[in-house]
Nanobody, 123 residues
Framework: QVQLVESGGGLVQAGGSLRLSCAAS????????MGWFRQAPGKQRELVAA???????YYADSVKGRFTISRDNAKNTVYLQMASLRPEDTAVYYC?????????????????WGQGTQVTVSS
C-alpha cells in the first residue's frame, strides 16, 4: 500500500484556479491508477478524474475541459489542475490509489485514500 497526503486546497473565487497535489509514499506508486474524488455536504462521493499507470485519463462530464489530472512518477505525486472553478465544485477532495480506473470508477474501490483537502469556490 501507499500512504497519500493531499495539499493545495483553499478558498477561491468563481472562475479561478487551484492545483491540488497528492504525494505518495512507497515504491509502488507508478503501478497504481490514481484518482481524485470529491464529496460535497449531503452528497455522495464521486470520482472526478483518474489516471492509469500508463497515463490514460478519465474525467467526469462535470469537469471535462476544466480539470486536468497528471502524474509525476519520479516524484510519486499526482496533480489535479482545476480551472474555471464554479461554486458547485466546492467539496472535500480526496486522492485515492487503486488497481484500475475501472475499479475506481465503478466501485470506488481503492487500496489507499488520502485524508482530504477542502476546496471552496465563492460566487
Amino acid at each position: 500500500q501507499v500512504q497519500l497526503v493531499e495539499s493545495g486546497g483553499g478558498l477561491v473565487q468563481a472562475g479561478g484556479s487551484l492545483r491540488l497535489s497528492c504525494a505518495a509514499s512507497g515504491r509502488t506508486f507508478s503501478s497504481y491508477a490514481m484518482g481524485w474524488f470529491r464529496q460535497a455536504p449531503g452528497k455522495q462521493r464521486e470520482l472526478v478524474a483518474a489516471i492509469s499507470s500508463a497515463g490514460i485519463t478519465y474525467y467526469a462530464d462535470s469537469v471535462k475541459g476544466r480539470f486536468t489530472i497528471s502524474r509525476d512518477n519520479a516524484k510519486n505525486t499526482v496533480y489535479l489542475q482545476m480551472a474555471s472553478l464554479r461554486p458547485e465544485d466546492t467539496a472535500v477532495y480526496y486522492c485515492a490509489a487503486g488497481r484500475s480506473i475501472f475499479r475506481l470508477r465503478s466501485y470506488m474501490e481503492a487500496d489507499s485514500w488520502g485524508q482530504g483537502t477542502q476546496v471552496t469556490v465563492s460566487s
